[in-house]
Structures are given as C-alpha cells and as structure tokens.
C-alpha cells in the first residue's frame, strides 16, 4: 500500500530517557514534515525537509533532532524527554509542489 | 503571524439534521485553505483544497465554501459515520508549504 507508515504507534517513557520515532513514505514525495498534536488536538509544524535538507524548523527545543538519511524516510530523535513533551507527532509528505499532504497515523507519546 | 480559528469547538448533530462549520483566517498571501477529517487515533485525511474566494467543492454530505475572509463546511443530511473532528488549514504564499492548523471542531452525529 502507498502510504506514510510510523513507528512506533505508541511510546510510553520516563522523564530523562531519549527515544526516536521513525517515518517513511513510498509516495515519491520529495518533502516530508513532523507535526505535533497537543492535548487540545492543535496540530502544529516541527519540521520540513525537503529531499534530505532542512527547510522549516519552528521554535521547538533543541532536545527534538530530525534526520533524514534519504528523501523517503525523515526520523525524529528526542533528547531528555520531558513530561511537556507528551503529544501526538504526526509524519507527513508532500510532493514538491507543496499540495497533496499524506499523514501518517500518528505516533502518541506519553511521558511519565 | 497567520492565525486560523474555528467554531464551534463541538457539534452534536441529529442524523439528516444539516448544519455549518466555520474557519475564520487572517494570513498574508493565502495560498490554499484545507479541510480535513480526522478520526480518533488516525491521521488527518484530506478532503477539499480551495485556492480562491467563490470557489465550491463537493463530495458526498459536504460542501466547502471560501470567502477572504472565512471558509464553510456545509454538512447536509449527515449520517452517524460523518462523526469525527475537521481541521482547517491554511498554506500561505511562503516556499515552506507548512500549513497552520485551527483547532478543529468535533462533530458528532447521533442516529
């Protein structure tokens, strides 16, 4: 199936611990992008990249790395997880014209 | 800053009772406006894109409308599987193609 796939779906951590979350798309985007869900279910973008070169990066900590070894998969590290951290990340893609986002299914993130 | 609101926060509908979502925006250089649906623990699923004020798309129960200032969902007729949250966003006249989500509102359709 032709999709964006995340793993894990669900990653429950403590405080301290560092995790990744891993994203591929075989749509053929060139562009791929974190979002984060919060509690109010307000998504807002982390990260772009397109064809492996950084694009966006808002104002999120610098304990959040993303890594893109090639232009189907972006990953997102996470330093010293911290309990503000607990949301829904979202991977998702686009072709180079920007239209046309595909989400993945989320990977919710819950911090203890 | 582009600023995206949506109202109401949630609605509770009867089945076949017709109701409107609203998207209010305030951006410079809107490039496209998004609606789409998103079920408890999935993704975002796209449904309408609308580049221009006037412009209508439709697809089953729901119609997307856009002015420059706000764009409508119009849900006819809705059934018990119309019941999920629908996000507007909006994509501006930047090389990024982030797009910047309202809150969403919940639709919940009782049968």
């Known amino acids: 199936d032709t999709a964006v796939s995340q793993t894990p779906k669900y990653l429950v951590t403590q405080m301290g611990n560092d995790k990744s979350i891993k994203c591929e798309q075989n749509l053929g985007h060139d562009t791929m992008y974190w979002y984060k869900q919060d509690s109010k279910k307000f998504l807002k973008i982390m990260f772009s990249?397109?064809?492996?070169?950084?694009?966006i990066n808002e104002t999120v900590p610098n304990r959040f790395s993303p890594k893109s070894p090639d232009k189907a998969h972006l990953n997102l590290h996470i330093n010293s997880l911290e309990l503000g951290d607990s949301a829904v990340y979202f991977c998702?893609?686009?072709?180079?014209?920007?239209?046309?986002?595909?989400f993945g299914s989320g990977t919710r993130l819950t911090v203890v | 800053e582009d600023q995206v609101t949506q109202s109401p926060e949630a609605l509770r509908l009867q089945e076949g009772e017709s109701s409107s979502l609203n998207c209010s925006y305030t951006v410079s250089g809107l490039r496209g406006l998004f609606w789409y649906r998103q079920d408890p623990g999935k993704g975002p699923e796209f449904l309408f894109t609308?580049?221009?004020a006037g412009e209508e798309k439709e697809k089953e129960r729901l119609k997307a409308t856009l002015t420059k200032k706000e764009s409508f969902l119009h849900i006819t007729a809705p059934k018990p599987e119309d019941s999920a949250t629908y996000l507007c966003?909006?994509?501006?006249?930047?090389?990024?193609?982030?797009?910047?989500f309202g809150a969403g509102t919940t639709v919940t359709v009782r049968a």
């Open positions: 990249y397109n064809n492996k070169e950084l694009i």
């Open positions: 966003a909006v994509q501006t006249g930047s090389n990024d193609y982030k797009l910047s």
């Open positions: 998702a893609s686009t072709p180079s014209t920007g239209v046309g986002y595909t």
């Open positions: 609308l580049y221009s």
